[in-house]
C-alpha cells in the first residue's frame, strides 16, 4: 500500500481547527492521533486519493480544512479526486512499518470504512499536488479550486493569523475600530480614483476611497483619540506585483501624538503580526537592522515593541540611495568627495562623490562591469568609475581605467573610505547628490538582490521626508505624500519662499526593501492647511469646493494628530515567502485588471445603464 503525503495536504497554522464537530461529522481529518484508538468517528470532506488493491480493499485520503487522513475501505468504493463525501469508521493505530511520519495524523487510519458521497466532481482543471507548476491564468481561473491547495490554504490562514495578531494589539492599546464609508468623494491623495455613478442623481457619482484619510482625520475632531480599521482601500493604477486595483491596510490615527507615538503603536502592531506568522512559519524575525553603522534610534519606539532602526530620508538616501533601504544587503554608500577633492581627473569635479564597495566584486568580469556601467548611465549618472582591489593586504593594488590618475595618497584614501580589501569592487559615481546616491543605491540592490525569503527581516523607519516631491508641469511643487501633512515646524517659514527645501513630519515604515506603509503628522489648523493648497496651486474657491467640510472641520476643535496605514497584503506576503501578493489574495485581479474567474469588469444590461443615466456603448 502506498503511503506517500497524498496531493493537496495542507500544512498550516493551526488557526481555527477546534470546534470540529457539525451535525453531519464528529471529527476534523488533520485532529486524528493515536489518542483517538477505537473511537468511532463521522469525518467531511474532499478525496485528495484514492488507490484501488483488487476488489477487496482501497484506500482514500480524505482532505478538509485541517489536514489529511488514510481512510481504508474493505471492499471497492466508486470515488474520484475531489468529489466530496463523508466517511464513517473506527480509529485505529496503523500497522508497525507503515507509520508516515511526514503527515500529522501519520500514526493513525480510519478502518471498516463505509463512504457517503455527498457530491460528485468533476476532474479538476489542474492537479492539486504542490509539485506541479500549474499556469497561473488557470488557477484564476479556477480560483475556488487553487485555494484548496496547501499553498494558498497556509497563506490565506496565514494572512488571517497575521490580521488577528493586528486587531489584538491595536485594541490592546485602546484603540477603536470604526466603519468609514466606501461610497465617497474624491481626494487629493495621489491616486487615480474609481467612480460610481449615481442611480438617484443623475450625472453625479462617488468615489471609492484611495485610503480613509479624511474620514479618519474627521474622527480625530470627532473625539476619538486612537482609530483603526483594517480597510479596503481602492486605487485604479496600472497594477505589478506588489499592487493591486483594492488592498487592504491596516490604517490608523492618533490625536495628541508626535510621530514616535505613532511608530510605537505601529510597531507593535507590525511586531505582532510577524510574531503570529513566526509561529505558524517557523522563520524569524529581525528587527535590529543595519550595517553596522551607528545610525539614530528610536528611543519611544522601543521596549516591548524591539529595536527598529529609525534613518531621516536624507540619511536613507545619503547611505542608501534609496528611501526603501533593504537592510538585508551588506554595505552602505560612502563619501568619496573628501578622497577626490583635489584630484585632476575631470570625471571626479561634481559637487559630490559617493562611492560603494562590493564585497567579492572584484571577480566580476569585463562585461559584467561594463554592464554596470551602462545601467549607471541609463539611471543617469555621466559614468561610472570602478576599481577591482587586487593584491594582499600589505601591497593593495586597484585596477581600474582611472587607476593610473590616482596617486598613493588618494589610492589609500579611497581604500580606507569604502572600507575595501583585496577582492572587493569599489564603485564610484560623481554627480549632484541626489543622482550620485540614487544611481549607486540602484546599482547596490541589482548586486544584492535576494529572494523574500532569505536574509530574515530588517525592519527601518524613515522620517522626515520633503513635503514636495520636484515640480508639475506648471512649475508648481507636487505633494510628496499627501496634502494634509504637517511640513517640519523647523522649516514652516520657508513654505512659499523655497517650498522644494521643506522637510515634512511624514514617515515610512520599510520591510527588506519593500515599502510596508506611510503615515505623518497632519497638519490640524486651517490657516496652515491653505497654505499647502495655496503652494499646490488649488486655489481657495476650489479647496472650498473639494474640501470645504474638511476645512469646516478645522474650524470645530481639530486636535493635533498623525497616523499611519500599513500595507496587509505586503506584509503578509512577505512573511509568506511570496514575492507577489495575488498569492496572499484570496480572489486577485490579473496584471490588466480582470477576474478570470467572474469574467469582471463586464458589460451592464441596458436597463441597468438607463437606471444610473448612463448610454450604452454604440455597438454593444
Ligand atoms: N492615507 C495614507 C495612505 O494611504 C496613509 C496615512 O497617511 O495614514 O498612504
Known amino acids: 500500500m502506498s503511503d506517500e503525503t497524498a496531493p493537496g495536504v495542507a500544512t498550516v497554522p493551526a488557526v481555527g481547527v477546534a470546534p470540529a464537530a457539525t451535525a453531519m461529522r464528529t471529527h476534523l481529518c488533520g485532529e486524528l492521533r493515536a489518542a483517538h484508538d477505537g473511537q468511532q468517528v463521522r469525518l467531511c470532506g474532499w478525496v485528495a486519493r484514492r488507490r484501488e488493491h483488487g476488489e477487496h480493499l482501497a484506500f482514500v485520503d480524505l482532505r478538509d480544512r485541517s489536514g489529511l487522513v488514510q481512510c481504508v475501505v474493505d471492499g471497492s468504493v466508486d470515488v474520484r479526486t475531489e468529489w466530496v463525501v463523508a466517511v464513517d469508521g473506527t480509529v485505529r493505530r496503523r500497522p508497525?512499518?507503515?507509520?508516515?511520519?511526514?503527515?500529522?495524523?501519520?500514526?493513525?487510519?480510519?478502518?471498516?470504512?463505509?463512504?457517503?458521497?455527498?457530491?460528485?466532481?468533476?476532474?479538476?482543471?489542474?492537479?492539486?499536488?504542490?509539485?506541479?507548476?500549474?499556469?497561473?491564468?488557470?488557477?484564476?481561473?479556477?480560483?475556488?479550486?487553487?485555494?484548496?491547495?496547501?499553498?494558498?490554504?497556509?497563506?490565506?490562514?496565514?494572512?488571517?493569523?497575521?490580521?488577528?495578531?493586528?486587531?489584538?494589539?491595536?485594541d490592546e492599546q485602546g484603540f477603536c475600530e470604526v466603519e468609514t464609508p466606501l461610497l465617497w468623494t474624491p481626494t487629493p491623495e495621489g491616486a487615480r480614483e474609481f467612480a460610481v455613478p449615481s442611480r438617484l442623481h443623475h450625472g453625479d457619482f462617488y468615489v471609492l476611497p484611495q485610503s480613509p484619510q479624511i474620514a479618519k482625520q474627521l474622527l480625530m475632531v470627532g473625539g476619538f483619540d486612537r482609530y483603526y480599521q483594517v480597510a479596503r482601500c481602492l486605487r485604479d493604477e496600472d497594477?505589478?506585483?506588489?499592487?493591486?486595483?483594492?488592498?487592504?491596510?491596516?490604517?490608523?490615527?492618533?490625536?495628541?501624538?508626535?510621530?514616535?507615538?505613532?511608530?510605537?503603536?505601529?510597531?507593535?502592531?507590525?511586531?505582532?503580526?510577524?510574531?503570529?506568522?513566526?509561529?505558524?512559519?517557523?522563520?524569524?524575525?529581525?528587527?535590529?537592522?543595519?550595517?553596522?553603522?551607528?545610525?539614530?534610534?528610536?528611543?519611544?519606539?522601543?521596549?516591548?515593541?524591539?529595536?527598529?532602526?529609525?534613518?531621516?530620508?536624507?540619511?536613507?538616501?545619503?547611505?542608501?540611495?534609496?528611501?526603501?533601504?533593504?537592510?538585508?544587503?551588506?554595505?552602505?554608500?560612502?563619501?568619496?568627495?573628501?578622497?577626490?577633492?583635489?584630484?585632476?581627473?575631470?570625471?571626479?569635479?561634481?559637487?559630490?562623490?559617493?562611492?560603494?564597495?562590493?564585497?567579492?566584486?572584484?571577480?566580476?568580469?569585463?562585461?559584467?562591469?561594463?554592464?554596470?556601467?551602462?545601467?549607471?548611465?541609463?539611471?543617469?549618472?555621466?559614468?561610472?568609475?570602478?576599481?577591482?582591489?587586487?593584491?594582499?593586504?600589505?601591497?593593495?593594488?586597484?585596477?581600474?581605467?582611472?587607476?593610473?590618475?590616482?596617486?598613493?595618497?588618494?589610492?589609500?584614501?579611497?581604500?580606507?573610505?569604502?572600507?575595501?580589501?583585496?577582492?572587493?569592487?569599489?564603485?564610484?559615481?560623481?554627480?549632484?547628490?541626489?543622482?550620485?546616491?540614487?544611481?549607486?543605491?540602484?546599482?547596490?540592490?541589482?548586486?544584492?538582490?535576494?529572494?523574500?525569503?532569505?536574509?530574515?527581516?530588517?525592519?527601518?523607519?524613515?522620517?522626515?521626508?520633503?513635503?514636495?516631491?520636484?515640480?508639475?508641469?506648471?512649475?508648481?511643487?507636487?505633494?510628496?505624500?499627501?496634502?494634509f501633512t504637517m511640513p517640519h515646524p523647523e522649516d514652516l517659514d520657508r513654505l512659499e519662499s523655497d517650498p522644494l527645501s521643506v522637510r515634512s513630519l511624514a514617515y515610512d515604515l520599510v520591510l527588506n526593501g519593500w515599502e510596508l506603509g506611510s503615515g505623518s503628522i497632519r497638519v490640524h489648523r486651517e490657516d496652515v492647511q491653505r497654505r499647502i493648497f495655496d503652494a499646490l496651486g488649488i486655489a481657495p474657491d476650489e479647496a472650498e469646493a473639494r474640501f470645504g467640510f474638511l476645512l469646516g472641520a478645522f474650524r470645530y476643535g481639530a486636535p493635533p494628530h498623525g497616523g499611519f496605514a500599513v500595507g496587509v497584503d505586503r506584509l503578509v506576503a512577505l512573511a509568506a515567502g511570496e514575492e507577489n501578493i495575488r498569492e496572499v489574495i484570496a480572489f486577485p485581479k490579473t496584471q490588466s485588471g480582470t477576474d478570470l474567474m467572474t469574467g469582471a469588469p463586464n458589460p451592464l444590461d441596458p436597463r441597468q445603464l438607463r437606471e444610473l443615466g448612463l448610454a450604452p456603448r454604440p455597438g454593444r
Open 239 to 483: 497594477l505589478r506585483a506588489d499592487r493591486q486595483f483594492e488592498f487592504t491596510q491596516l490604517d490608523l490615527e492618533m490625536s495628541f501624538v508626535e510621530p514616535a507615538d505613532v511608530h510605537a503603536a505601529v510597531s507593535r502592531a507590525v511586531t505582532a503580526a510577524l510574531a503570529a506568522a513566526e509561529a505558524g512559519d517557523g522563520s524569524s524575525v529581525d528587527l535590529a537592522g543595519g550595517d553596522g553603522a551607528a545610525p539614530r534610534r528610536s528611543a519611544e519606539a522601543l521596549g516591548a515593541d524591539g529595536d527598529v532602526l529609525t534613518l531621516t530620508w536624507r540619511e536613507a538616501m545619503d547611505r542608501y540611495g534609496t528611501d526603501k533601504p533593504d537592510l538585508r544587503i551588506p554595505g552602505a554608500l560612502v563619501d568619496l568627495s573628501p578622497v577626490f577633492a583635489g584630484s585632476e581627473v575631470r570625471a571626479f569635479q561634481a559637487p559630490v562623490v559617493k562611492g560603494l564597495c562590493h564585497p567579492g566584486g572584484a571577480a566580476l568580469g569585463r562585461n559584467r562591469l561594463d554592464g554596470l556601467v551602462d545601467r549607471a548611465k541609463q539611471l543617469g549618472a555621466k559614468g561610472l568609475a570602478w576599481f577591482k582591489v587586487a593584491g594582499s593586504a600589505g601591497d593593495v593594488l586597484l585596477e581600474s581605467p582611472l587607476a593610473k590618475f590616482l596617486s598613493d595618497a588618494e589610492r589609500d584614501a579611497l581604500l580606507a573610505a569604502a572600507g575595501a580589501v583585496p577582492g572587493d569592487l569599489v564603485l564610484a559615481v560623481a554627480d549632484e547628490w541626489r543622482t550620485a546616491c540614487e544611481v549607486l543605491g540602484a546599482l547596490r540592490l541589482e548586486l544584492g538582490r535576494m529572494p523574500v525569503s532569505e536574509g530574515g527581516r530588517r525592519l527601518c523607519w524613515v522620517t522626515e521626508f520633503p513635503l514636495f516631491d520636484g515640480v508639475d508641469e506648471d512649475g508648481r511643487p507636487a505633494a510628496a505624500h499627501h496634502p
Open 96 to 170: 508497525e512499518g507503515t507509520r508516515n511520519p511526514d503527515l500529522p495524523t501519520g500514526d493513525v487510519e480510519l478502518g471498516d470504512c463505509t463512504v457517503t458521497v455527498l457530491n460528485r466532481a468533476d476532474t479538476p482543471p489542474f492537479p492539486l499536488d504542490e509539485r506541479t507548476e500549474t499556469d497561473e491564468a488557470a488557477r484564476l481561473r479556477f480560483r475556488y479550486v487553487d485555494i484548496r491547495r496547501a499553498r494558498m490554504q497556509r497563506n490565506l490562514r496565514l494572512r488571517a493569523a497575521m490580521v488577528a495578531a493586528m486587531r489584538r494589539a491595536m
